[in-house]
């Protein structure tokens, strides 16, 4: 944002300029939300700097996956908001992280839910619990969301409910600006598994089903994406791939650690990032979302030297959206400083990733406007040369 210089002005005038500047300077809104007065249109999304992608809403100061984290994250600037998307016993889909409830909600308070407590097997292992697929949606929301993390902002346990699937739509299309959604087909193995509907159908075909009910559809920056753009991702490649031909819009295979094989086709992740499979995925996919930490190994809290997927896949055609950036000392890597602008400073524009899965929108929406130069930049200068002229004819008029 273009500053003026400091003028000293006589006593008589000020008042007149100070008038002219209040009426000629239009500055560019720090968080750009709505665009007031423009006929009812929403300001677009911007698509010339790496997507901000608010990680379950804004989670680094709201419990994940409500409608307030969303909002907040929608509020602080964020690109797309990113939901977690599973089933209820009843077969509706919800925004979930977990296939069970019990680290995320107050479901031990409920005593009349106890004998609802199962162990089943996810991705290979025996996990004991309360599992969102042995609750209807009634059930659900009578149950109350609150933070995961313990030095997190505890203020807003017991405030939010479970949203579901079109709830989450709903949010982003009721947003005064154009924001996207990054729904992710979770668990699907798992889901497929447990919830059986009327129709015969899958997990994946509901999910495609309540996009194309809202409209939601189009290839990367086609005319009708930049409408409400959508990025669909998943963990399992079999899920995008059957999805390919039952909706054109851009499909992200999210990576796992390198010790953790596909859910669905228990690939290695060393396969599953290698030449040869990455040109087989882009057929099904616009990009890839790693963990950042298989891009920049990090040893005793410091970063290592990266590896070469970034490049890899960018010679694919491939995007490249890693996850999970956060602000805590914890997750900040020691040569950072542990300062989050430092590391997204690093991301951005020494590794070059295309877009980032972060838990606090506010500060990468911060940092992007205040180290992006674009088109809006430029008009800034443009109006502030223009306005210093008249305000220099002003004054030697005056004189």
């Not at 709201?62 to 907040?72: G, L």
């Not at 308070?109 to 042995?134: L, M, S």
């Not at 491939?318 to 430092?342: A, G």
Request: charged letters at 25%; glycine letters at 6%.
């Amino acid at each position: 944002m273009a500053s003026l210089p400091y003028v000293c002005f006589f006593a008589g005038f000020a008042p007149f300029l100070f008038l002219f500047l209040v009426i000629g300077c239009t500055a560019r809104p720090f968080y750009p939300l709505p665009n007031k007065g423009d006929g009812g249109s929403r300001k677009p999304l911007q698509t010339f700097r790496p997507y901000n992608i608010a990680h379950r809403g804004s989670n680094g100061e709201f419990p994940e996956e409500t409608s307030a984290a969303y909002m907040k994250a929608i509020e602080e600037g964020t690109d797309f908001i990113e939901a977690d998307i599973l089933s209820s016993r009843d077969g509706v889909l919800i925004c979930f992280h977990d296939v069970n409830l019990d680290i995320t909600t107050d479901i031990a308070n409920h005593k009349e839910f106890a004998d609802r407590k199962r162990t089943y097997e996810v991705q290979g292992e025996n996990i004991t619990g309360f599992f969102t697929v042995d609750f209807t949606l009634k059930e659900l929301k009578s149950l109350r969301v609150r933070q995961r993390y313990k030095y997190r902002d505890q203020q807003f346990n017991g405030k939010f409910q479970i949203i579901t699937f079109e709830e989450f739509i709903n949010i982003a299309l009721d947003a005064p600006r154009v924001v996207g959604i990054y729904p992710e087909i979770k668990n699907p193995v798992f889901i497929n598994q447990h919830v059986k509907w009327s129709d015969g159908k899958r997990f994946e075909d509901k999910f495609v089903e309540t996009l194309q009910k809202y409209g939601l559809k189009g290839s990367y920056l086609s005319k009708n994406w930049r409408r409400q753009p959508v990025f669909i991702q998943s963990f399992a490649p079999t899920s995008l791939v059957y999805i390919a031909n039952k909706t054109d819009l851009p499909k992200i295979f999210l990576i796992d650690d390198v010790d953790i094989p596909t859910q669905d086709t228990n690939q290695s992740y060393w396969e599953i990032t290698s030449d040869e499979y990455l040109n087989y995925i882009k057929q099904y996919v616009v990009g890839i979302g790693p963990w950042k930490n298989t891009l920049v190994p990090v040893l005793n809290n410091y970063t290592q030297t990266p590896t070469d997927l970034v490049s890899r896949a960018h010679a694919h055609n491939l995007q490249v959206h890693p996850y999970t950036y956060r602000n805590e000392n914890c997750f900040l890597p020691l040569n950072f400083s542990q300062d989050p602008y430092v590391e997204y400073d690093y991301w951005i524009n020494k590794i070059g990733v295309d877009g980032l899965f972060t838990d606090f929108t506010g500060s990468l929406h911060r940092f992007q406007e205040w180290t992006s130069k674009h088109q809006d930049d430029d008009d800034d200068e443009e109006d502030a040369s223009r306005l210093l002229h008249k305000i220099a004819l002003l004054l030697s008029s005056y004189n």
